[in-house]
């Protein structure tokens, strides 16, 4: 049975804000803080950890015991829902898409010392995950249990991405002007968004998604969905964008460059990044820094979305 009245907010600590100083930034001209979200819990830290807290909530309240969500091999979705299950005392259930390959890699093995049940799933069914007809098949199946869509990413996932935005103006001493993410879904920009969206007075503050997938300009119209079921209102935003240019080939494809340039980042700032997603933001945003495309003196916060398991999938 899942925990009664969870205490889901109150156990975690609140991520730090964390300023990085560096030669580079100065000359720049510019302040940049990163929010450590990878450093809320050590299994699972994260975005991922943002975007499952009211639905574990809400399933709680419904009296679910058993969350059944979707992922690849190196899901860290997969990865924080089989960890934050254990830790909040529900069974787990995983979708995995492809074939099972033996021996489990380290994503897959740590879901199941969590508990979680893995099932495989081939390609064509996994596109149709969201289908009424297939999740209707799974409650055949698996019995009444709380769906989580890929990657958590759903309108209480949003909530939960609303409170980075509300956490950093309570830590940062003078209000920030840029705030950007790794986005694959797009649903924690859009968090950020809307709690942006929510605030007085204007000028508002701007938003930057990175996509970390080949042709994201589509996240656009995925923002637009989370945030207004599909209405076009936020089209005519002006307070956010997408950054299509820095995904390097695509989803979970990296080269040297990246590699070299994680390895500087660590070396500099301290802190470690994951290939698929954060060192992708930032490299993208040193870039944009670089190229002068912020103001001078603009106050820029970064979220390190956590991700950093997955960085076993590359022998990194
Ligand atoms: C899943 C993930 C993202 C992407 O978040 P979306 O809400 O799907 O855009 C970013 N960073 C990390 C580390 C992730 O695991």
Request: with cysteine; hydrophobic share 40%; aromatic share 12%.
């Amino acid at each position: 049975m899942a925990q009664s009245s969870l205490i889901f907010a109150d156990n975690l600590a609140v991520s730090p804000l964390q300023k990085l100083q560096s030669p580079f930034l100065d000359k720049a001209n510019v302040q940049l803080f990163v929010k450590r979200d990878d450093l809320i819990h050590p299994q699972f830290g994260g975005n991922k950890w943002r975007k499952l807290k009211y639905n574990l909530q809400h399933a709680t309240n419904k009296n679910f015991d058993t969350l059944l969500t979707f992922g690849g091999a190196w899901s860290n979705h997969i990865y924080a829902t089989a960890a934050a299950g254990k830790h909040f005392g529900f069974n787990t259930i995983g979708l995995i898409r492809g074939e099972k390959h033996a021996p489990l890699n380290t994503t897959l093995s740590f879901a199941e010392e969590c508990g979680m049940q893995l099932h495989y799933i081939d390609r064509k069914q996994y596109r149709q995950k969201n289908d009424a007809s297939f999740q209707k098949k799974i409650i055949e199946q698996f019995g009444n249990v709380y769906i989580l869509p890929e990657g958590g990413s759903n309108s209480l996932a949003i909530r939960g991405c609303e409170e980075i935005i509300q956490e950093v103006n309570s830590q940062i001493n003078k209000p920030f002007d840029v705030i950007c993410c790794a986005s694959g879904t797009g649903a924690t920009l859009a968090g950020m968004i809307s709690a942006i969206e929510a605030e007085e007075p204007i000028p508002k503050k701007f938003a930057i998604g990175f996509s970390v997938l080949k042709n994201g300009e589509f996240l656009t119209t995925e923002v637009n969905n989370f945030l207004n079921n599909g209405v076009a209102d936020h089209l005519l935003s002006d307070n956010w964008r997408i950054e299509a240019n820095f995904h390097f080939g695509g989803y979970a494809k990296i080269n040297d460059e990246l590699i070299q340039f994680m390895r500087d980042f660590q070396a500099q700032y301290n802190i470690a990044l994951d290939a698929v997603y954060t060192a992708k933001m930032f490299y993208g945003l040193f870039a944009l820094i670089k190229s002068n495309a912020f103001k001078p003196g603009s106050v820029i916060v970064a979220v390190h979305s956590g991700g950093i398991q997955g960085n076993k999938g590359f022998n990194l």
